[in-house]
């Protein structure tokens, strides 16, 4: 899918060529400012070719975790980023790569999947008059969307720790209801960790940005206020992180617990049957002089004193509070 966005007095105009571009004579006639390639395919990137001279790599938007190979500057002006963008969904959470190039003043980005950032930017700017100026506006507000959408994401993982807290701090958790919250808990771990690797990588774009001296002086201090907001969202995953390493040891501690519990009835059991045992081994014995065989009275005897040696240990253990 290509989508084409132009300029129209100040504002980001979204209806021409919000749709997928039908031939490479409708891209001709646009002069956009961003051109916005979801999962391009070979045709596509032969009309960008042809009408921008512009050559997309068919491994741009692999993993390369080196800054020399993601941000970059060509000898003809070409500003290469490639950057992480966070997918928070009902399936599943992950980082999705973005390749952005700065050709002639036209943004182009590349990804394989479309983006709720990218959504969050063209509901934007149709709604605010002269949000966008040129195509380093966009990747700048790209940007300052993404630090956004990460805090949304992060106030959901508040309240969903909020909603784990409450379970797992009430009196009594079972192994069942044990093992669901530490399931729910290391989900919201592994989102909380992307959204730290996801801010972590925008502070490096826009610090490259900031570096690369392609912006004017409005952007230049957007680009500080979008590394502000970026650190004031690393205290609060530093924050969710120590949450959730104690909501994950006090879940385990319960988990114990309830083992403890087993393991103690077990004890208590082995060491009340421990006298029982010893009678009977004692009157199991072979030696033909042992006063209670010739009795009457041997066996019931033998009988009521291992009862009793049984009795009189769980009566103390009892008493000890030991049984609960």
């Given at each position: 899918?290509?989508?084409?966005?132009?300029?129209?007095?100040?504002?980001?105009?979204?209806?021409?060529?919000?749709?997928?571009?039908?031939?490479?004579?409708?891209?001709?006639?646009?002069?956009?400012v961003?051109?916005?390639?979801?999962?391009?395919?070979?045709?596509?990137?032969?009309?960008?070719?042809?009408?921008?001279?512009?050559?997309?790599?068919?491994?741009?938007?692999?993993?390369?975790?080196?800054?020399?190979?993601?941000?970059?500057?060509?000898?003809?002006?070409?500003?290469?980023?490639?950057?992480?963008?966070?997918?928070?969904?009902?399936?599943?959470?992950?980082?999705?790569?973005?390749?952005?190039?700065?050709?002639?003043?036209?943004?182009?980005?590349?990804h394989?999947?479309?983006?709720?950032v990218?959504?969050?930017?063209?509901?934007?700017?149709?709604?605010?008059?002269?949000?966008?100026?040129?195509?380093?506006d966009?990747?700048?507000?790209?940007?300052?969307?993404?630090?956004?959408?990460?805090?949304?994401?992060?106030?959901?993982?508040?309240?969903?720790?909020?909603?784990?807290?409450?379970?797992?701090?009430?009196?009594?958790?079972?192994?069942?209801?044990?093992?669901?919250?530490l399931?729910?808990?290391?989900?919201?771990?592994?989102?909380?960790?992307?959204?730290?690797?996801?801010?972590?990588?925008?502070r490096?774009?826009?610090?490259?940005?900031?570096?690369?001296?392609?912006?004017?002086?409005?952007?230049?201090?957007?680009?500080?206020?979008?590394?502000?907001?970026?650190?004031?969202?690393?205290?609060?995953?530093?924050?969710?992180?120590?949450?959730?390493?104690?909501?994950?040891?006090?879940?385990?501690?319960?988990?114990?617990?309830?083992?403890?519990?087993?393991?103690?009835?077990?004890?208590?059991?082995?060491?009340?049957?421990?006298?029982?045992?010893?009678?009977?081994?004692i009157?199991?014995?072979?030696?033909?002089?042992?006063?209670?065989?010739?009795?009457?009275?041997?066996?019931?005897?033998?009988?009521?004193?291992?009862?009793?040696?049984?009795?009189?240990?769980?009566?103390?253990?009892?008493?000890?509070?030991?049984?609960?």
């Amino acid at each position: 899918m290509l989508n084409v966005f132009t300029l129209d007095n100040g504002r980001l105009k979204g209806g021409l060529f919000q749709d997928e571009t039908e031939s490479a004579a409708d891209l001709a006639m646009a002069r956009p400012v961003w051109v916005d390639l979801e999962n391009p395919s070979s045709e596509e990137k032969a009309w960008i070719r042809e009408r921008f001279g512009l050559i997309i790599p068919e491994d741009i938007v692999d993993d390369d975790l080196e800054e020399s190979a993601r941000f970059y500057e060509e000898d003809n002006g070409e500003l290469h980023i490639r950057s992480d963008f966070l997918i928070e969904d009902d399936e599943s959470a992950r980082n999705v790569r973005v390749a952005f190039i700065l050709h002639q003043n036209v943004l182009f980005s590349v990804h394989n999947e479309d983006l709720p950032v990218f959504r969050l930017l063209r509901l934007r700017a149709r709604r605010i008059p002269a949000l966008i100026e040129d195509a380093k506006d966009v990747l700048l507000k790209l940007y300052d969307a993404d630090a956004e959408y990460s805090a949304d994401v992060l106030e959901n993982i508040y309240d969903k720790l909020e909603r784990i807290s409450a379970r797992v701090l009430k009196s009594d958790v079972n192994d069942a209801e044990a093992g669901e919250v530490l399931a729910a808990i290391a989900r919201e771990e592994d989102l909380n960790g992307r959204i730290r690797r996801n801010v972590m990588d925008t502070r490096r774009a826009v610090s490259f940005m900031m570096r690369s001296r392609m912006l004017n002086a409005e952007q230049f201090e957007e680009s500080r206020q979008i590394l502000r907001d970026i650190d004031s969202l690393d205290s609060h995953t530093a924050f969710l992180f120590d949450k959730i390493n104690f909501l994950m040891d006090a879940t385990v501690g319960f988990i114990n617990i309830n083992q403890n519990k087993i393991i103690k009835i077990f004890s208590v059991a082995s060491v009340a049957l421990l006298p029982p045992t010893l009678i009977a081994s004692i009157y199991g014995m072979n030696f033909k002089h042992m006063p209670e065989l010739d009795a009457e009275w041997g066996y019931p005897f033998a009988i009521a004193l291992m009862v009793a040696s049984v009795a009189a240990p769980f009566i103390y253990f009892r008493r000890k509070g030991w049984l609960r």
